[in-house]
């Protein structure tokens, strides 16, 4: 009996098309805070700008001083540990602590937005 040479079978194609991740992080600007803040306060964006901006000018400076801020709802904030940069820059560690029912109440907001 002879035999007949084996053809090679083609390789099946394969899907290379990137899965959709699920949990992408998404990043909310400074712009985008400012149009939500306008939204909850009724408050036209000239007058909420200086304000937010003067809020996270003191926040830094708290931060960088070594203050722990207790700011509800958002929980307690403390520096853990920061690196200068070069161009003097710093990254700043920090620790986020939450109350129990800050997650709920923050669900029931987005819900009403």
Same mark, same amino acid.
């Given at each position: 009996?002879?035999?007949? +040479?084996? #053809? ?6 394969? &899907?290379?098309?990137?899965? +959709? ?6 990043v909310?600007k ?10 909850r306060?009724?408050?036209?964006k000239?007058?909420?700008? +200086? ?20 700011? +509800?709802?958002?929980?307690?904030v403390?520096l ?5 940069? &070069? ?5 700043m #560690?920090?620790?986020?602590? #939450? ?11 987005? &819900?009403?937005?």
């Amino acid at each position: 009996m002879v035999r007949k +040479p084996a #053809t090679p079978k083609a390789p099946t194609p394969v &899907d290379v098309t990137p899965e +959709p991740v699920a949990d992408e992080a998404q990043v909310m600007k400074k712009p985008d805070l400012l149009d939500k803040v306008v939204a909850r306060t009724n408050l036209k964006k000239r007058d909420v700008k +200086p304000a937010v901006e003067a809020a996270f000018a003191v926040i830094r400076e708290a931060l960088q001083d070594g203050s722990e801020l207790s700011l +509800p709802p958002l929980g307690k904030v403390r520096l853990v540990k920061s690196k200068p940069l &070069d161009g003097g820059a710093e990254v700043m #560690t920090l620790k986020l602590r #939450t109350a129990k029912h800050a997650a709920a109440a923050v669900s029931m907001n987005d &819900d009403d937005a």
